[in-house]
């Protein structure tokens, strides 16, 4: 009774100061996810939320015991049952400024029906649940078998509206609709000829375009907006991402093969921690460590002055990049306060922090098969056999006995040094090694032949020597992180081509003139000391670099990379000094140390050339000459809070690597050591992870619909929009999982229902109750995208080079692209008539023709592209070199033809729009390439230029750039 009359006091409160009573009609029952939380995390959390920094009265709204907690004065915030006992009703229902909730100076306010709906949830119990995202998706729907299962949820959220979905499109219209989302592309003559509307035919239509290679061109591009995409860094210069364009080629493979979801997860966070790595299985080079380009394929800074300031941007954009594209959630608004809406403490932003700082960028090589172990192994067997006979002549031999020599010379002046790094034993100590050229081992014991005189002698004091196998080997050979605490560091190195780099703060792009000192550049026969002054960066977290290989300048652009066949590399030690020496830094090593000096020995030519001509032959196999930028484990580094976001004011503890506290007991234990880049991957695919299999069906609904079932598709958040259709998106996200995370699968099933094969042409009253068509009672009119529209011009003027994989085509350069860092190459206009995915992507540089269609700038996640209508795409469309250069190849194809003037027509319309043109078109296009030729009476090409300008008009069509 009571009850009742409280919903009657609501309702005849607010009716009466609302023009339309109907606004107030309450739900049957208030649910907290979908009707209060919006509420109160959109008015309250800012100053009653998660942030402890900006929270007022000491009041928490985000979690449920403290919203119903009383307070040391004797109030209730919420009063399950009594909304006139609970605080926070008091205060939103005052007029009073100094009560009102929230106040004035906030500018915001609930509406009547938001009141309305706090006040009821309270009087019914003021249920409380946790946030829908981080509640594991339960496939509650029930099918009756006899229709597909999303026109079913569908329908159910229809028939509560009494509306009904729009009858099935046309056989043309599925056709081009099923082509261009699929495949990007428009549908060929042959494709126009079949009969979807069998539902038969409709199915073996959508197979053939998922096992069309261009599916996985189309697929990988929605990716890239995830992923950032750019072959350039940005910023000043724009200096080049190592072989980027090979994670773009891994995409559209990955796509086409229909790596499940979940492996194509862990590939690219933690592929080359993998112990059983994917190998391309025509080519044999390693998948997997090319889907790390992922982390290292953002903006970056040359020289920073501030290299940690530079680290923090860098690893920030990557936790928004990982936690966005793959969780949906903002975990980098974390990173000066606890968030603000969401349930993401600072700590949890800098646990990730640490597992990125843990890794280390690497130069992989390219096309390295698993097959090199063979020859590796072959040149090791040469090298032993070669190592035995050394070692028998040796104690047999004649030859004076081995001589022993103290280096002690006069007494070591004091100096304070410390030892970074000392391979004058049997292994490398704390450093580690990737690739094939340094190992695990120094030189001690190996064999050392002089290849001028045919001699050779074995080792007896080691060296890290990167010729162990061969010259010419890619690899790297890094210290452990340290603190730089001296002013200079010594290497005591020999080496060709090679480079030693001192890397601060995993900054990669070490130049002058701030860190020019930081990398040198090794060009020595013997073994000499070089010094480089790091003493302005004392207290700078660094670890140190060795490779057989040398950045250098391409076109005036720095930091490419290259591999000379002749390269190599070895060092003795490293040591840090506190002051210049200015005798050989062996003195400091060397005291009392005694050493012994082998003679080479002569090798009999047959034996030699046994040796070296089978050498040769398996070292010409092991020749890197192309590399991508991927990620490499470095140390296991925890990072302290940096508070307020400022990396000079550290927390005093510091945060264990693991994943998101909301999502307790979700993945493994993270190890101690490395990055735990595999274990945060591991709980990203863990099917107890709410978020990542939702995440995913909601982005492929997204680009088949226009529209993701939560609007918001990189942000599942509080301040992210509510599913249109729940069950619809769990009942997805877990025939996702139960379907081996299939994306070819999960497209197929999505396009086979009615729902997807609805007409574009809405019900008047559908519209009037449902204005923005979240409830899909008609399918959306979709504008094709920058890089379909491109395509689709490209398709229509035979112009459409079908060619996939391989570099970039670079980008035409008008005379408005200018600035520093512009290519010195400029491409064909028309991109050599490679689909768009091949088109240079440069960060300063970018297609003007993709910008103007809304292709956006790659600094982060844009998993949701802004769709304008301006007046810059119309002109585009009238006036770019591009659009007439191709109208004006259509025309010559045209009239190649020798076809009437209605044929030509009907060709064209099937082409731009995948129909005929009805009699009143071709009337009309006649008349209109009448009077273009009447236009240019003196031109004898007059015939030609009108049909130009007719297939120009074409191009500037709404329903070119529609899927109507």
């Known amino acids: 009774m009571l009850r009742g009359i409280f919903y009657i006091l609501i309702l005849l409160l607010f009716c009466g100061c609302q023009r339309n009573p109907g606004d107030f009609t309450l739900p049957d029952q208030v649910d907290f996810n979908q009707h209060i939380r919006p509420i109160i995390s959109n008015n309250c959390f800012v100053c009653h939320g998660p942030d402890i920094s900006s929270r007022k009265a000491e009041l928490r709204l985000d979690q449920e015991f403290f919203a119903k907690s009383q307070s040391q004065s004797g109030l209730w915030p919420i009063r399950a049952g009594k909304p006139h006992r609970s605080e926070m009703y008091r205060r939103i229902m005052s007029d009073d400024p100094e009560q009102m909730m929230p106040p004035p100076e906030t500018n915001r306010s609930l509406t009547a029906y938001e009141k309305a709906l706090i006040g009821k949830w309270i009087e019914e119990g003021a249920e409380w649940k946790k946030h829908w995202a981080f509640i594991l998706p339960e496939n509650q729907f029930l099918s009756d078998n006899a229709r597909h299962p999303i026109d079913q949820i569908i329908d159910q959220t229809l028939d509560r509206q009494h509306l009904q979905r729009i009858p099935q499109a046309s056989n043309q219209q599925l056709i081009r609709r099923l082509s261009y989302l699929i495949k990007g592309l428009p549908p060929t003559e042959e494709d ?86 994917r190998y391309n299985p025509e080519e044999g080079f390693n998948e997997s460590l090319i889907g790390t380009l992922l982390l290292n394929i953002g903006e970056g800074k040359h020289s920073p002055v501030d290299t940690k300031d530079e680290e923090k941007i860098r690893i920030d954009n990557v936790i928004d990049v990982t936690s966005k594209t793959f969780l949906g959630l903002t975990v980098a608004c974390a990173r000066c306060h606890d968030h603000k809406f969401d349930d993401i403490p600072t700590t949890d932003y800098y646990a990730l922090y640490g597992i990125f700082e843990s890794s280390r960028a690497h130069l992989y090589p390219a096309e390295r098969t698993p097959k090199e172990y063979q020859y590796i192994d072959s040149i090791q067997q040469l090298k032993q056999e070669l190592l035995a006979y050394l070692e028998s002549v040796s104690l047999t031999s004649n030859q004076p006995p081995a001589s022993f020599i103290s280096e002690k010379t006069k007494e070591i002046p004091s100096v304070n040094y410390t030892v970074l790094g000392d391979f004058r034993g049997e292994n490398i100590g704390p450093w580690s090694s990737d690739g094939y050229c340094f190992g695990k081992k120094t030189t001690k014991g190996e064999l050392v032949v002089d290849t001028k005189s045919n001699r050779a002698h074995i080792r007896i004091s080691g060296t890290a020597s990167s010729e162990k196998i061969s010259r010419g080997l890619s690899g790297a050979l890094r210290s452990p992180t340290f603190t730089i605490d001296s002013d200079y560091i010594l290497f005591k190195a020999a080496g060709n081509h090679a480079t030693i780099r001192i890397v601060p703060d995993n900054l990669q792009l070490i130049q002058d003139p701030i860190h020019g000192a930081f990398a040198r550049k090794i060009e020595s026969e013997s073994l000499i000391d070089f010094i480089s002054f790091v003493g302005q960066w004392k207290g700078t977290k660094a670890y140190i670099e060795i490779i057989p290989g040398n950045y250098y300048s391409r076109n005036g652009k720095g930091h490419y990379y290259r591999q000379n066949p002749e390269a190599w590399i070895e060092v003795e030690y490293v040591l840090a000094l506190d002051s210049l020496i200015e005798f050989p830094s062996g003195v400091l090593l060397s005291n009392d140390k005694i050493t012994r000096q082998e003679s080479f020995l002569q090798i009999p030519q047959s034996i030699w050339n046994d040796y070296w001509l089978e050498k040769n032959r398996f070292s010409k196999f092991l020749q890197d000459t192309t590399f991508l930028a991927g990620m490499i484990d470095g140390d296991c580094i925890e990072s302290a809070v940096f508070v307020r976001g400022d990396h000079r004011n550290l927390s005093e503890d510091k945060v264990p690597h693991r994943f998101l506290t909301a999502l307790p007991g979700v993945g493994p234990d993270f190890p101690k050591t490395g990055s735990g880049r595999l274990a945060l991957a591991k709980s990203i695919v863990d099917p107890e992870n709410p978020l990542t299999s939702r995440i995913f069906v909601n982005r492929v609904w997204h680009h088949l619909f226009g529209k993701g079932i939560v609007t918001t598709v990189d942000n599942f958040g509080l301040q992210g929009t509510l599913p249109s259709h729940p069950e619809l998106l769990d009942h997805l996200a877990v025939w996702f999982l139960e379907n081996d995370w299939s994306v070819k699968k999960l497209i197929r099933y999505i396009v086979t229902s009615e729902t997807f094969k609805q007409n574009t042409e809405a019900d008047p009253h559908a519209l009037e109750i449902d204005p923005e068509n979240k409830l899909l009672h008609s399918f959306p009119l979709l504008r094709l995208e920058a890089e379909a529209i491109r395509d689709g011009i490209l398709t229509c003027s035979d112009r459409l080079d079908l060619t996939m994989y391989g570099e970039s085509i670079p980008l035409h350069l008008t005379d408005f692209l200018q600035g520093r860092g512009r290519p010195s190459e400029s491409g064909p206009l028309d991109g050599a008539g490679r689909r768009s995915i091949y088109q240079a992507l440069w960060r300063n540089f970018l297609p003007p023709f993709m910008t103007t269609f809304d292709m956006p700038i790659p600094f982060s996640t844009f998993g949701d592209r802004s769709e304008t209508n301006v007046p810059a795409q119309s002109l585009t469309l009238l006036n770019d070199p591009f659009i007439r250069e191709q109208a004006e190849l259509w025309a010559k194809n045209l009239i190649k033809k020798n076809q009437d003037t209605s044929t030509l027509i009907e060709s064209v319309y099937l082409k731009a729009f995948s129909r005929k043109p009805s009699a009143d078109e071709i009337i009309i296009s006649i008349q209109f390439i009448n009077d273009q030729k009447e236009k240019y009476p003196q031109r004898e090409d007059k015939y030609q230029l009108a049909w130009t300008d007719f297939c120009h008009s074409i191009f500037n069509m709404k329903e070119f750039i529609y899927l109507l």
């Open 192 to 277: 126009l000829a079949k009969n979807v509307e069998d539902d038969g035919d409709y199915e073996k239509y959508v197979n053939q375009l998922l096992t069309s290679p261009q599916y996985g061109e189309r697929w990988a591009r929605h990716w890239m907006d995830l992923a950032r995409y750019a072959e350039g860094r940005g910023h000043e210069f724009d200096y080049p991402v190592i072989g980027a364009w090979r994670y773009r080629d891994y995409l559209i493979r990955a796509f086409n093969q229909d790596l499940p979801y979940d492996e194509f997860v862990i590939e690219q966070l933690a592929g080359d921690l993998l112990d059983t790595p």
